[in-house]
């Protein structure tokens, strides 16, 4: 079925055509995090469906044009990419010839850090079409600006008698920080006054992840929220601040904690990472300033290691590498040894856990930071800078 057909149920009186339309539509214009051509360019039709009152399912369209915006919001989360920086890229490369594009990818695969990664990088290259490449970049930019020109739209949405409206206006609104002047002050509102908690909730996270840091209205808003009777609404509080705030102070990072450690399945409806509080909470821990949080990695391994739910394990692999190994991979050559201590750490609990043994996409993250990718590699890699420590002490006590 093609998309005119499709963005043409979108007002059916029948609920399982609509719910149908949505779920092809998302198909088509959203395929593992990438973006077509027909993603921007069907995009104004459902921003239409937010901004009539009237229309049915309005927050069904909220969640397709969050996933148009941002793709696979698990990376978007985890890498936190410059949209307006990948906007000049794709400006600048807009008129490159094939031979420039190649000049240019080469040029990319030589600079990587490691052995290991410019090799990565030049298997990439041979799979990839320059060309391609470049009209998937220019792509996902003009599905993000498109989704975003409907700002006012979701902004007027969180007024809506709808519950499912507004929350899902205020998880759309999320991504867009380059709006943050118009939208932090509706959350600010949206927060203060919402009577439903996982409304309330669901903008709390929203404005950690759009606001500016140490925004005196939002930090208000989020700090009264923090004593609620609801659970999620609380966590969702403190992750929002813990975003927010400059430097948290310890009892909001133990609050954190508290989350990482106790949202052991998914809230429903909790719209942020399927409802995976706790991987979100991982991630916000990775993005605290070691200054204010020097126990993370060790936190992170913890609940690494805490007993299997339905957290995310890679994700949270993720983060404590993420936090531990800021910097990106090691040096060739370098020595389990020669490691600090939160790195140390790091592969310690990560042996503990057995998260080796969880397949590809655990190697390929452990290869990206230039570390052994499985077991026997680890163990050899740690056992054998141990053995040359006890070597060289019974050389110096003989």
Known sequence: MEVPDLLGRLRSRN?????????????????????????????????????DPNAPDRFAACQVLASIAVGDESSWLI????????????????????????????????????????????????LSDVEGDR????????????????????????ASSETP????????????????????????????????????????????????????????????????????????????????VSRPDRPLIEKLYACLFGAVGPVPYWPFLHGDMATFAALTVRDLDAVVAPDRVQILVDRLNAPADDTDRYLLLRAALDTAFPNGPVPDGTAFTELNADQRTAISGLQRSEIMDDGAMVSMLLGAY?????????????DSDADRQSGSASSSQA
């Open 165 to 244: 409206v507004r929350l899902h206006a205020a998880h759309l609104l999320a991504w867009f920080p380059e709006e943050r002047k118009s939208i932090t002050p509706a959350l600010a509102r949206l927060i203060v006054a919402e009577p439903q908690p996982l409304v309330a909730a669901t903008a709390s996270v929203a404005a950690g992840l759009c606001g500016s840091v140490d925004d005196p209205e939002l930090v208000n808003a989020l700090s009264a929220r923090l004593d609620s009777d609801n659970r999620g609404e609380r966590w969702s509080a403190v992750l929002g601040l813990a975003r927010l």
């Open 15 to 51: 609920r399982e055509a609509r719910r149908g339309a949505y779920q092809g539509l998302l198909d088509l214009l959203v395929h593992q995090g990438s973006r077509y051509e027909a993603s921007a360019v069907a995009t104004p039709f459902l921003v239409e469906i937010v901004a």
């Open 79 to 126: 890498d936190r990419p410059d949209v307006a920086e990948a906007r000049r890229e794709v400006e600048r490369r807009a008129h490159f010839t094939r031979a420039q594009l190649e000049r240019e990818q080469a040029d990319w695969a030589a600079a990587g850090s490691t052995e290991r990664e410019r090799r990565a990088r030049a298997r990439r290259n041979e």
């Open 370 to 382: 230039n570390l052994p990718d499985n077991q026997t590699a680890m163990t050899r890699w740690c």
């Open 135 to 158: 009209d998937a970049e220019r792509w996902q930019i003009a599905a993000y600006d498109a989704v975003r020109a409907g700002v006012p739209a979701y902004l007027a949405a969180l």
